[in-house]
């Protein structure tokens, strides 16, 4: 068995008469584990180096000036011919001409590597061919040792049937599996028995290795990934992009951790991913976004130096090792050079897409002299750039590593709050302005954490969608909702409707349409089963509630993330009688032309309008704008935010249809949302005649 490192000391010569390309490829063999890799850029020097070290195999650049590729192959065979088969050395030829291909496996070479040059490609058949050139070594040397000569037969000899005379070495003496390989549709049995390989009868044992170097990148890839299952290592590379992979990286780092150590050199270690792929992704199909990271990819080599390591650690995160001399300025330099490049759009099957980056950095040794603290550092760098907005960079402080393990505190304790029934809907009523009475609530959920209080969902809800766990908290948000309205009615308060906040990110996964469709069918409507979740619809039969009086509120950044798959989700929606709201208006896109595309029944006017109204003319001007184009389109406002007389007066006047806001009440608890319906509170009287202050 040829071990994995006896293939990675494999001694290699690179012959390039450019030195970016020698660095290339010096870098690529380098981070892959390559330990003996010497390289010329005088191509008149590639044949006497060979003699003195007898190199495993040769890269060769086929176009070079004072001596070509093809001029230096048959330098090499000159050296093959002298009498010694082992001087043979395997020979990969590098061109970006497809012509040269044909032209150098006649001159002898082994395979050919195309520019420009395809990291995994380029690694398995070299792998590939020293494996090759490895085994014909081991075979020789066990016949040698057998001190037999293994002649070739005349053809006549095998149609005498004399098979057994051909290469007469007895099976026990062979060395053990030298090749086993799946090549177009046929099978190459091992060579455990070469008297009984079909394929290589009449044939003398060079030539037959040679028929199995694998000249084509798909016969070369499979049998890499396998030689390197079979000796324990795992491929290094990723498929999609041909960068390193999350393996590859973590063992990259901790190499040049030790480097550095030696050296007295600072390490940067950045973790980066692209702000919101996963809408691209989602809305685009995978294809789409598999190419898109493929680009991405390349866009980020070019900003590296050769030396630098870059990886996929995973879907659309990618890790850079940066080394430096003293400081880490470099890193913040390269994260400006990957954000600048790109700036320029990226096209796809005629479509331009625009994307940023959030990048996250951390340094060796200030902040850890540890290859895993350093990433986790990172990632937490890359969780503050995201925090900011998306097209940033951020350098790793204590104070992150401290948010960081508040934040992982706070996921462990969000997931054991799901099961112990942490959670409880607070209420805030919706009041006509027409008549002052409350014709609805918004339920608004809460975390009663044990030994912290009540914590306001912009502290959770975050980590929610982070995590996934937002499905699963939202489908018990509908069917708590659907439960309560089932109590008021019950206590003969009447049918009070209620509003819930859905997440993006239970639309992205079809979660929410799947929970209203169940909820529909328990409650006896009788619609059409739709393939989504079904928590809803199994609450709104429980529960045994029209499904009129669940309102659904979707924010409009939302929508628009998936505004082709949304319409036919919203669509399914209203056929089963659930109502549908535009949260935050007027914050997003605000358009008329997509309004009109949603069957929506109720648009909020976001509480950033609100509450300026009085003092500030733009918003004014935006509030009635929202509120005439609703109108036209026979959709209620509500305005939401609503503390003050003055507030509320201007939107009674600007027709404004109902409101939500401290200036009526607080969100408050079910039960004391129930006092208030059983007094049949109502609105203060206003002074509605009076002229706003803007007009």
Do not use: C
């Given at each position: 068995m040829i071990t994995a490192s006896r293939i990675f000391n494999s001694r290699i010569l690179i012959v390039d008469d450019r030195k970016e390309s020698v660095e290339l490829i010096r870098g690529m063999l380098d981070h892959a584990g390559y330990t003996a890799v010497s390289f010329t850029t005088d191509p008149r020097t590639a044949c006497s180096l060979h003699r003195a070290n007898r190199y495993d195999l040769i890269l060769l650049d086929i176009v070079m000036p004072l001596m070509d590729g093809f001029e230096v192959i048959e330098c090499l065979r000159e050296i093959g011919e002298t009498g010694e088969r082992d001087t043979v050395v395997p020979i990969l030829v590098i061109s970006r001409q497809p012509a040269h291909r044909e032209r150098a496996l006649r001159a002898g070479a082994k395979g050919f590597i195309s520019k420009p040059i395809n990291r995994l490609q380029t690694l398995a058949r070299i792998h590939d061919v020293l494996e090759i050139g490895l085994l014909r070594g081991a075979l020789r040397q066990s016949i040698a040792a057998m001190g037999k000569n293994v002649e070739e037969p005349s053809a006549a000899s095998w149609d005498q049937g004399k098979p057994e005379d051909h290469y007469a070495v007895p099976r026990q003496d062979m060395p053990g599996k030298l090749l086993s390989e799946e090549r177009r549709g046929y099978s190459l049995r091992a060579l455990d028995d070469l008297t009984q390989t079909e394929h290589l009868r009449g044939h003398p044992?060079?030539?037959?290795?040679?028929?199995?170097?694998?000249?084509?990148?798909?016969?070369?890839?499979?049998?890499?990934?396998?030689?390197?299952?079979?000796?324990?290592?795992?491929?290094?590379?990723?498929?999609?992009?041909?960068?390193?992979?999350?393996?590859?990286?973590?063992?990259?780092?901790?190499?040049?951790?030790?480097?550095?150590?030696?050296?007295?050199?600072?390490?940067?270690?950045?973790?980066?991913?692209i702000d919101n792929f996963k809408n691209v992704d989602d809305a685009m199909g995978p294809s789409f976004g598999d190419e898109l990271l493929r680009q991405f990819s390349l866009r980020l080599l070019e900003c590296l130096r050769v030396r630098d390591v870059i990886a996929r650690l995973g879907s659309d995160e990618f890790g850079c090792i940066v080394m430096t001399p003293e400081g880490s300025g470099n890193a913040g330099v390269v994260a400006s050079k990957i954000r600048e490049a790109l700036r320029p759009p990226f096209e796809l099957r005629g479509t331009h897409i625009t994307l940023t980056a959030s990048i996250g950095i951390s340094v060796y040794p200030a902040d850890s002299l540890d290859p895993d603290t350093l990433i986790k550092n990172s990632r937490a760098a890359l969780y503050e750039s995201k925090k900011a907005g998306g097209d940033a960079h951020r350098f790793f402080t204590e104070e992150m590593n401290a948010q960081a393990i508040r934040k992982l505190d706070r996921e462990n304790a969000l997931r054991r709050a799901i099961n112990r029934n942490e959670f409880v809907l607070y209420y805030q009523p919706q009041v006509a302005l027409s008549d002052g009475s409350i014709t609805g609530v918004e339920a608004l959920i809460r975390w009663n954490r044990p030994g912290y209080g009540l914590i306001a969902p912009m502290e959770f809800v975050p980590i929610l969608e982070q995590t996934g766990l937002i499905n699963t908290v939202g489908a018990w948000v509908i069917e708590a909702a659907c439960r309560q309205i089932a109590e008021w009615k019950r206590l003969g308060l009447g049918e009070i409707p209620v509003s819930i906040n859905v997440?993006?990110?239970?639309?992205?996964?079809?979660?929410?349409?799947?929970?209203?469709?169940?909820?529909?069918?328990?409650?006896?409507?009788?619609?059409?089963?739709?393939?989504?979740?079904?928590?809803?619809?199994?609450?709104?039969?429980?529960?045994?509630?029209?499904?009129?009086?669940?309102?659904?509120?979707?924010?409009?950044?939302?929508?628009?993330?998936?505004?082709?798959?949304?319409?036919?989700?919203?669509?399914?929606?209203?056929?089963?009688?659930?109502?549908?709201?535009?949260?935050?208006?007027?914050?997003?896109?605000?358009?008329?032309?997509?309004?009109?595309?949603f069957p929506v029944d109720v648009l909020k006017i976001d509480r950033s309008f609100v509450a300026d109204i009085i003092t500030n003319p733009s918003n004014a001007a935006i509030t009635t704008a929202i509120i005439d184009m609703a109108h036209s389109l026979n959709v209620k406002v509500i305005a939401e935010g609503v503390e003050t007389a003055e507030q509320c007066a201007f939107l009674h006047a600007r027709g404004c249809d109902e409101i939500q806001g401290y200036y009526f009440s607080e969100p408050l608890s079910a039960k004391e949302i129930s006092a208030i319906l059983a007094s049949r509170r109502k609105l203060p009287a206003l002074p509605l005649a009076a002229k706003p202050a803007i007009s």
């Open positions: 044992i060079d030539e037959a290795m040679d028929r199995y170097s694998g000249e084509s990148a798909e016969d070369s890839l499979a049998y890499a990934g396998r030689a390197w299952g079979e000796s324990g290592l795992v491929p290094r590379y990723d498929e999609l992009t041909g960068l390193p992979n999350r393996a590859l990286f973590f063992e990259s780092l901790r190499k040049t951790i030790r480097q550095a150590q030696a050296s007295q050199r600072v390490i940067s270690v950045l973790v980066l991913d997440s993006g990110r239970q639309f992205s996964q079809d979660a929410l349409s799947r929970d209203v469709v169940q909820a529909t069918r328990r409650s006896g409507i009788g619609a059409k089963l739709l393939e989504f979740e079904f928590q809803t619809e199994r609450a709104l039969r429980e529960s045994s509630i029209d499904s009129n009086l669940l309102e659904l509120e979707l924010t409009e950044t939302s929508l628009m993330m998936h505004a082709n798959k949304m319409i036919d989700i919203l669509r399914n929606l209203k056929s089963l009688g659930v109502r549908l709201s535009i949260d935050d208006f007027g914050t997003g896109y605000s358009s008329l032309a997509y309004v009109k595309r």
